[in-house]
T-cell receptor, first 114, second 112 residues
């Protein structure tokens, strides 16, 4: 049990719709990272938030956006959903940025785009 | 850019067999290295880590040594159990940032 919670657990959307996924970070952590894990693949880094500011972004289009709130919880928003967006979305929290630090993962949100 | 390559799977073993899952990496600088495990329907759990060359990470009978000369971080366990069945991911973390770069994962099945 990492203390990182994600909601919802599962979600079904239609192509073109918009979706918001939520993440509550572990107590004391101020950094949240989001990853996309397609079926049978390793997780791919989407972006990271540190103290409410984006701090690094992977190779994902602008329709993937996020927020971090003062309590360090976070949202991932995806606009204009495409079929290829179907994946497990993982949130990880950690303390601070830079240097080696451990990221603790939630159980993920399974998104299916039809 | 950074990358992680894991041995192709899936791997099927009998209980009490010896396990090796190979992992090699490409990175600039001196990354930290991790093994994460994912059980069915769950997120990733940190299994072990090493932050500098020649460090050995260990946990629950698993171990891996950070080999800079061969850019490798192979996972080993002397005697696997059925409960070890899961997907194992090797990952690196840049020293200048906190994003994790993962390998493709290796599915391990242990039969009684």
């Amino acid at each position: 049990e990492t203390g990182v919670t994600q909601s919802p657990t599962h979600l079904i959307k239609t192509r073109g719709q918009q979706v918001t996924l939520r993440c509550s970070s572990q107590s004391g952590h101020n950094t949240v990272s989001w990853y996309q894990q397609a079926l049978g693949q390793g997780p791919q880094f989407i972006f990271q938030y540190y103290r409410e500011e984006e701090n690094g972004r992977g190779n994902f289009p602008p329709r993937f956006s996020g927020l971090q709130f003062p309590n360090y919880s976070s949202e991932l928003n995806v606009n204009a959903l495409e079929l290829d967006d179907s994946a497990l979305y993982l949130c990880a929290s950690s303390l601070a940025v830079g240097g080696p630090n451990i990221q603790y993962f939630g159980a993920g949100t399974r998104l299916s785009v039809l | 850019g950074n990358s992680v390559t894991q041995m192709e799977g899936p791997v099927t073993l009998s209980e009490e067999a010896f396990l090796t899952i190979n992992c090699t990496y490409t990175a600039t600088g001196y990354p930290s290295l991790f093994w994460y495990v994912q059980y069915p329907g769950e997120g990733l759990q940190l299994l072990l880590k090493a932050t500098k060359a020649d460090d050995k990470g260990s946990n629950k009978g698993f171990e891996a040594t950070y080999r800079k000369e061969t850019t490798s971080f192979h996972l080993e366990k002397g005697s696997v159990q059925v409960s070890d069945s899961a997907v194992y991911f090797c990952a690196l973390q840049e020293t200048s940032g906190s994003r994790l770069t993962f390998g493709e994962g290796t599915q391990l099945t242990v039969n009684p």
